[in-house]
């Protein structure tokens, strides 16, 4: 027998048990030697990923010793652990890291935490709990001392009253978030205003969405926030395609893609394949486009990024739809939209059912497009993203002309087009008019694509 394997344990419960029988003192004592060995072990060669196991002997090491220093020392790395667990998806971790962190914070500290606590709730799906812990945040940071952090609880908060369809509120609060702006960091400025953009852009202020893009950017630059600067970089290339510029958003897509490998952010790298593979569509070049999507796909499901893994889904079953692969499609766009739900993702959920109705649409199942864009249409509303609501408006347009509902068609189609005309979306609106055309001319009606 190795020397080492002398020491293990036959069974698991034959060491729970060894364990339970230790002296309190005993083992608070044995878990503060683990500590100071793989410390003075490993030095500055200490590995991110021995932090959370490091926290929790922290933590059981100080149930019978209440020593400041292993107090600092569990602060430390349970905040690497729960970074770990934001960069890896895995929001359940994050939300038990941010829990304790919040349990052990300093007075000074605890506003940021908690702040991070209510993000990592909101993107665990639990946003009953994100609410409650928004307002502890009210109750202790003020203007004065947190300004960034108050900006940031505000921006989380707009996001909460989206999801709820409180749109006027949402829109309300974000409008009087910005107005501080001058207060903030470079990094924050950054993050408030690359948030803020999407909003303008959903709500078809594009010009308004232009400006604040430039200003977020500029920010990002100033800061060197790199990881910040990919995402707004991400943000830029869709409302660009959709506009017409293919250049700027190629080149926009490629200074994405060599900064999220540079930083080695493999959601990033994945998003930003997702954006090439839709301009490769849209340049006429399919097979770029499907080996994009494909390693967009494997990339998100290595880290673990399952909103990412749905909308790359949905994009591939839109692909699939264009190239006529009706079956590949169908199975696609349902398994996105059981990603979606599962993570309560509404937005892609409602792009994944647009897409399976396109599918019905085309292939002549009216009975069941309808009820698929009657949905879709419900959820693009509550996540206010008003080019997706008009892409399936129109489409919802050209169903109800094949089933002779033409004064419905009619409603839909003009309801479709001025979101898409507010959001700047030209290249959408020339697909949609295709298809209504097509309904039209397939149903001998008379009901030109009025979009005036």
Known sequence: MFAEQAYLFRHAVLRDAAYTLLVPSDRASMHRLVVEIVERVYGDRLADDLAPELATHCRIAREDDADDKLLEKERHYAEIAQNLAFTGYEYAQAISWSNRLAEIATDAA??????????????????????????????????????????????????????????????????????????WKPGTRAAVFGSYTLLLQGAGRAAEAETYRKLALEAASQDDVKKTEVRLLLNSIGPLRSSGRVDEAEAMAERALAMAREIKDAGAEAATLANLANLRSQQGRPEDAREMRKQALELARRVGD???????????????????????????????????????????????????????????????????????????????????????????????????????????????????????????????????????????????????
């Open 110 to 183: 605890r506003p940021e935490v908690l702040l991070r606590f209510a993000r990592s709730l909101v993107l665990g799906g639990r946003r009953d709990e994100a609410w409650e812990v928004l307002e502890r945040i009210y109750a202790i940071a003020t203007n004065e001392e947190h300004p960034d952090v108050l900006a940031w609880t505000n921006m989380v908060k707009v996001g909460l009253l989206r999801g709820d369809g409180r749109m006027g509120e949402a829109q309300e609060l974000a409008d009087s978030v910005i107005a501080d702006a001058e207060r």
């Open 306 to 452: 399952r909103q990412g893994e749905s909308l790359h889904l949905a994009h591939m079953a839109e692909q699939d739809h264009e190239e006529g692969l009706s079956a590949q499609a169908e199975a696609l766009c349902t398994r996105a939209a059981e990603v979606a739900r599962e993570i309560a993702d509404a937005r892609t959920e409602g792009f994944a059912l647009t897409t399976m109705a396109g599918v019905m649409l085309d292939t002549g199942r009216f009975d069941k497009a309808g009820p698929l864009l009657d949905r879709a249409i419900e959820l693009e509303r509550l996540g206010a993203d008003r080019l997706r609501e008009g892409i399936a408006l129109c489409m919802r347009a050209a169903l109800r002309v094949a089933t002779g509902d033409v004064a419905s068609a009619r409603q839909d189609w003009q309801e479709g087009v001025r979101h898409m005309h507010a959001t700047n979306s030209q290249v959408p609106l020339e697909t949609a008019r295709r298809r209504f055309v097509t309904a039209c001319e397939a149903a001998g009606v008379s009901l030109p694509p009025d979009d005036e």
